[in-house]
């Protein structure tokens, strides 16, 4: 849900009316979801379709409160190997993410409610940020 949200604000409008940007949700399509992980496991639903779907140069933002969550590991090598830039959104602890993504914000806190609001704060700034980069006069 937080990655649909973040995407959907890149495509339409954050702040200002102004032309879309590409963004979209690996987590989104139930068809892909379900065939990939019929075909090749649940861990690899991400990663697959970053695999198919990627550019390097691409920004890849996984999100997992534990920062743990195979699928989102899995993704975040992929994402690596194919030159991509990856971010991390996280909770408060060390974790797998760390090793994989070339920026990451963990929240400091260990509340999966508080580390999940974060989140979606946290993408409210990148969007914010991204908007001024590409469309500031």
Do not use: W
Not at 41 to 67: C, E, W
Not at 98 to 111: G, L, R
């Amino acid at each position: 849900g937080d990655a649909q949200h973040i995407a959907v604000e890149l495509v339409s409008k954050f702040f200002h009316d102004r032309a879309g940007l590409s963004a979209f949700s690996l987590s989104s399509d139930p068809s892909v979801l379900t065939a990939v992980s019929n075909d090749y496991g649940y861990k690899n639903s991400i990663a697959r379709q970053i695999q198919a779907n990627a550019q390097k140069g691409d920004v890849f933002i996984g999100i997992s409160t534990s920062g743990n969550s195979e699928n989102i590991v899995l993704a975040l090598q992929e994402a690596q190997k194919k030159g991509v830039i990856t971010v991390g959104l996280t909770g408060l602890n060390e974790c797998k993410m760390d090793k994989y993504c070339d920026y990451i914000i963990h929240v400091p806190s260990a509340s999966t409610p508080t580390i999940q609001e974060s989140h979606i704060m946290i993408g409210h700034i990148i969007c914010a940020l991204v908007e001024e980069a590409v469309f500031s006069d």
